[in-house]
């Protein structure tokens, strides 16, 4: 269970890490001196954030956006 949390929790934080950093990243990604094999490093790098939550925190928005998805679907 906490394995699943923390991979959803990464995963929806990297998602909403991007769309708020979008333009800067795009900056990055163009850079002159910007190779593919960046994109790890990068990705690595920007994942690390997740870590600054402690568990009760990520289980708590993990559910939250769990109940989101949900209500939405419904709404279908």
Known sequence: ???DVNHAFSSSYLQ????ELS???DKVRNADDFRADSVPFLVHALAQGSSQFPKDDKKRIVQAHEEQTKDGESKR
């Open 23 to 25: 333009e800067d990243l």
């Open 1 to 3: 269970m906490a394995n």
């Open 16 to 19: 909403r890490l991007t769309q």
